[in-house]
C-alpha cells in the first residue's frame, strides 16, 4: 500500500473513531520504506489487504444485524452511510487484491 493509502485509511479510523485502528496505521506509516517492494513484502501486503477486507466484512454484517434489530431507531441514516462508505472501501481493497495477485504471478 502507497502512503495516500494509509492517510486515506487513517482518515477514516479518525472519522468512526476507531483509536486502535489509527494506532496500527500511524505504526504502519512509521514503519514504511521508499525503497521498492521485494516479493515477500509483496506477499505480507496482499495478506494485510485480505486482513482488512475481512474487518470490513465484520463491520457490514454487524452494521446490517443493528440495521435489522433497531428498525425504528434514529440513527438509520447513519448506520447506512458508514455500510456506504465500507462497501466503497472494500471495493477499493477488492481491486488491490486483485492488482497485487497479478504482479506476483
Not at 37 to 65: G, T
Amino acid at each position: 500500500m502507497s502512503v495516500d493509502d494509509y492517510l486515506d485509511l487513517l482518515n477514516y479510523a479518525k472519522a468512526i473513531k476507531d483509536g486502535q485502528w489509527q494506532a496500527d496505521i500511524i505504526e504502519r506509516l512509521k514503519n514504511l520504506s521508499a525503497a521498492a517492494e521485494s516479493p515477500q513484502i509483496q506477499e505480507e501486503s496482499v495478506i494485510e489487504l485480505w486482513s482488512r477486507f475481512d474487518a470490513i466484512n465484520i463491520m457490514i454484517m454487524k452494521l446490517f444485524e443493528k440495521l435489522r434489530e433497531n428498525e425504528h431507531s434514529e440513527q438509520q441514516f447513519q448506520w447506512k452511510e458508514q455500510l456506504w462508505e465500507l462497501r466503497l472501501e472494500r471495493s477499493i481493497l477488492s481491486k488491490k487484491i486483485l492488482n497485487r495477485y497479478i504482479r506476483i504471478r
